[in-house]
């Protein structure tokens, strides 16, 4: 065994085996020079890795979204938008027109036919894990996508890792995801809590002054402690304290007893570090207390939620998200081309605008396609280094990196408002734009969270 | 942290208000087990449908509609899932209950996760619950600002009223003795040449009802969405059985007691999450039947 | 085994178990399953042998087995990370983990019967679910799970495809083969004489409390091995290992099977997996709502389980045979 694993190792090393140069002879690379293969842009006469190579005249991806539990209704939103990215990929349209630089056709992926599967992640790490591995084994899947919670993104970014499958995360907001618990194979197009942190203080000083005392209820969990930290370091540089913060248990429905503590502070903003029923239920308790008819210190009392989501601020009501800031990685209602052309052929296809969940995850689709075009293969290793460091415009975020170093999206981000009961026109518009916060101000170093992304081809 | 009279306070009420929630649900739970002997895994989908019905009908015709049409729907419900189902199950195994009640609980809860999406539903207070109330006004001896959401309070009261209404069904009338003695031992009653089975009918629609009352108060609190079914499940479940297979006072102090750990151990996170348990494990192993649980009962 | 019963006959279940389970690899492809699914099985085979053990033979009603499993594959997970990658070791301190804090347990709940030990044993758990995500999380990931484990090896043999397969349908097929030398040994018949009448055994004179606490650190111990080896099959541990709804699983599959059978609750088991991650995606976002058709059905028109329904038909087969 250990002798299998010294030959990969110097098969990587050096790029050439017997065993690669037989094979390089027999795909008939005859042009094939002695450089090492990481360096060649066609590599497919590397050995397998994953569902690499990909037999046959289509190509399969596998889309792996909540259909049951708590997100089930974010999952069929990512879903509706997968199946839009597939028919745009085979067909053209959509964001192929406005995506720069893109090497999309419109005819497949490397002319192959795309096709794909679904799968269940129940909003179960196990459940998740379990679901992507028979799209990797059964169904030949060349890459994984999908996910509504960090917990179910970073869960299948390692499995994906060790089977050699690139895993392009769904809705994920936790700094872990690519942070320390950055993989060689996952990538994230959707923003952070670090970013929300950096893209909502200085609008909340400019809003509600520098002098503020903020309370933090924050969800006990790998994301909610990140969302907090970051909340609190980029307030405070804004000039505001901290009165406190408590955790509150993922499985809290009530949040009745943590208020309490709230109201009996000094403070006179809350900032609600929740996501899905968790902000769902913190927020509404909180108006119920009245705290959106409070004064403090003078002042009246504000309640911040950090990241937004049009589901969660449906659920909340209008009338309790009403002034209510907070951010999206995107919107519908957003004037570039990209987004102007993804919402038209959206909302022709299933009658409404899509979300940011939907957004996120049809972009990854075509930036996950575009890769494989642009490396000449599906090999893995090539696709990797063909999304590192690209650079793009045309996808709804003005124009957008994705940074080498963390596998990160550095691009715009919104920082949102929701909307009054009589400012609302439809139902997909409880949250506005209040701001457009450019790439360059949320950006960071890769280094502070830590992480390896490991080798490009995994052990 | 030293602890303020205002603090103090909002801790008492808060306890109040999570233990009332308890109780509503774990009291109609106590009634079907006490009475009927089977462990319902579907009532809390019970007070699903409830919290759904109340949400439309609130968000269509009123609240006061509501008020007037979930309870007795709930009860119809109730009697037509004990004739249709349960019924066949009095002398089945209890892990055979447990399977057919969890296997309805999860067909009711996909049904309305079906119809009505996974989403949450606000559930807009009617206006006269509406707002806050000052309780510094009322309380002289509280210390400047001290507040609490008048639902809430309304919520305390409905449960204190419906826990009296259903003591005083089963200790003033007929009707309830009857149910008493068939808790203790409904072969007896058989024998007594009582129809037991019609009253087990009731007594199910009834435990129905009160998830049905807990629905229209308790969904503006608990918020609707398919998950909260399940969620109060594990919870109420633990107050059954603290307070003692069958009793509904025990129940009625147990709710109150989880719901006042809950408020009180609120600052500590790691208290917070494990704290029902622990006094669940600490009164089972102390007293052997619960608080107020009778001899003989589900052992 | 007064009178001589053949290896045959004694074995009959074993055997035919080794045989459905060492060709799975062959045979499971062709009905949509896929490597990986049979593993996680097989895993559950013995998970759900273990809890047969306990709840089939003595009739007490755990709510809270997530714990050992739980327990078992946290422990294997830290000990993969910080110690070894050596599976060996790694499997033998979860289970003496898992064991240690099933033997206090035990001594705790068992004092209690019915639905109080049911909900003694469910707390017991969920106070060790909730600590995993909020006081322990540093070392369990919390909410995340716990993460970064290397390449579990079996000395040099790398614990992936078709090697952890087979490693666990080896441990199945022991661990049932025990399972039955167990039911057939004075100490099983002991424990079936608890579920019969408690109170009648221990007015003959023997000590109940040590059968079942027997049963139920035996049972533990099954589960143990199976958190262990779902860590070695994916070097990953969701906190959802330790909670509530992965007891309540254990329990419907076992139901569903048929209890008391040893082999209903492994065919519960496999079915429950195989609907949960082949049938449903043919289902698509309604398969939950058939899941739960199917739980009513089964426990309406078949009380025993699935097992129950083998019986009726082979009777049927042997009546009309006899018949002719």
Known sequence: ?459 | MDMTLNAFTLYILTGLQLGSIFVLIALGLTLIFGTLGVVNFAHGALYLIAIYLAVSINNALGFGLALILVPPILFVFGVLMERGLIQRFYDRPHTDQILVTFGLAIVIQELLKWVFGANNIPFAIPSWGNGILMLHDYLPFLDGFVVYPKWRLILVVVSIVTVTAVFALLHLTRFGLVIRAGMRDAEMMQFLGVNINRRFMIVFGLGSMIAGIAGVFGGPVTQVSPEVGMHLLVPSFLVVVIGGMGSLGGAVIAGILIGMAQSFTAPYINLNTVIIYLITVVILLVRPRGLLGAKGVFE | MHNQQSFWQLNKAVILFALVALTMPLWFPLINGYSGLDTKIMIFCIFLVGFDILLGFTGYLSFGHAAFFGIAAYSTGLMLKNFSDNIIPAIIVAVIAATLVAIVIGLLTLKRTGIYFSILTLAFAEMFHSMAMAMLQTWTGGENGLTGMPTPMLFDIKMQGSAVFYFSAIMAILMFYLAKRIERSPVGLMMKAIKCNQTRLEYTGINARKYKLLAFVISAMYAAVAGALMVVYEPFVGHEFLGWHQSGEVVIMSVIGGVGTLVGPMIGAAFMLYFENVLSVDLGEQWLLVLGLIFMFVVVFMPGGFMEAVERIKKRFITTADSE
Not at chain 1, 238 to 246: A, L, M, P, R, V
């Open chain 1, 1 to 459: 065994m250990t002798d299998v694993k010294s030959e990969k190792s110097s098969n990587t090393a050096s790029g050439w085996s017997r065993r690669s140069v037989l094979k390089a002879t027999s795909a008939g690379a005859v042009g094939a020079v002695a450089t090492p293969l990481f360096y060649t842009q066609n590599a497919w006469a590397e050995e397998a890795i994953g569902n690499y190579p990909v037999k046959g005249s289509e190509v399969v991806l596998g889309f792996n979204v909540p259909q049951t539990g708590a997100y089930a209704d974010e999952g069929a939103d990512e879903l509706r938008a997968y199946k839009l990215a597939v028919k745009h990929l085979n067909n053209g349209g959509g964001m192929l027109d406005t995506l720069k630089p893109s090497k999309l056709t419109g005819n497949g992926i490397l002319g192959k036919k795309v096709t794909y599967v679904t799968g269940d992640t129940q909003t179960n790490a196990d459940a998740s894990r379990t679901s992507a591995r028979r799209m990797i084994e059964r169904d030949k899947v060349i890459m994984v996508t999908g996910g509504s919670s960090s917990g179910i993104a970073i869960a299948q970014q390692y499995l994906c890792n060790e089977l050699g499958i690139i895993f392009m995360c769904g809705l994920t907001h936790s700094n872990d995801t690519t942070g320390k618990d950055k993989q060689r194979y996952g990538f994230r197009h959707f923003f952070n809590a670090h970013m929300t942190g950096k893209a909502l203080s200085p609008v909340l000083s400019k809003e509600y002054g520098k002098d503020r005392r903020a309370f933090h209820l924050t969800a006990d969990y790998s994301w909610g402690h990140t969302q907090q930290q970051s909340m609190q370091e980029f307030t405070e540089k804004e000039g505001w304290s901290t009165e406190g913060n408590i955790m509150t248990p993922l499985k809290t429905t009530d949040f009745s007893q943590y208020l309490s503590q709230v109201l009996n502070s000094d403070a006179d903003v809350l900032v609600l570090n929740h996501y899905g029923a968790n902000m769902v239920n913190s927020l509404t308790n909180a108006v119920n207390f009245g705290m959106r008819d409070m004064q403090k210190n003078g002042k009246n009392l504000e309640i911040v939620v950090p990241l937004y989501s049009r589901l969660m601020a449906k659920g909340a009501g209008s009338a309790n998200i009403d002034g209510v800031l907070g951010t999206s990685g995107w919107n519908w209602a957003l004037e570039d081309e990209g987004s102007k052309v993804f919402v038209k052929t959206f909302t022709d296809e299933y009658g409404f605008p899509p979300s940011q969940a939907a957004h996120t995850c049809y972009v990854q689709t075509l930036l996950y396609a575009n890769a494989c075009e642009m490396a000449g293969t599906f090999y893995p290793p090539e696709v990797i280094k063909a999304l590192e460091d690209f650079k793009f415009t045309g996808a709804g975020n003005g124009e957008t990196l994705y940074r080498g170093a963390d596998h990160q999206c550095i691009k715009d981000i919104l920082v949102m408002q929701g909307n009054s009961p009589s400012a609302r026109t439809s139902d997909f518009d409880y949250l506005k734009i209040v701001d457009q916060v450019d790439a360059a101000t949320v950006d960071y170093d890769p280094a502070i969270f830590g992480g390896e992304l490991g080798p490009y081809v995994p052990a």
